[in-house]
């Protein structure tokens, strides 16, 4: 089985049900991971869940990004 992040991927959207390419989302942004320098989050499977990219992209850490993208 494929993973992602240490976390096995099962192709299921854990929002909508969708399955078929899915994306990993850290519930704990990779950002403030980074800040409060605890790299254990980054794979820890608890701080991950399995989206569908529309799902995804409706987190607030997708939105901060676009955000973030379109000012540079």
Same mark, same amino acid.
């Given at each position: ?12 959207? *854990? &929002? ?10 850290? +519930?704990?942004?990779?950002? #403030?991971?980074? *800040? &409060? ?10 701080? +991950?869940?399995?989206?569908? #990219? ?8 997708s ?10």
């Open positions: 089985m494929v993973k992602r992040y240490g976390v096995e991927v099962s192709g299921t959207c *854990r &929002i909508c049900g969708f399955v078929g390419k899915t994306e990993m989302h850290h +519930i704990i942004s990779q950002a #403030k991971i980074d *800040r &409060i320098e605890r790299p254990d989050l980054r794979k820890n499977p608890g701080n +991950i869940v399995e989206l569908c #990219k529309p799902c995804h992209d409706l987190t607030d850490s939105q901060y990004r676009m955000w973030y993208l379109r000012r540079e």
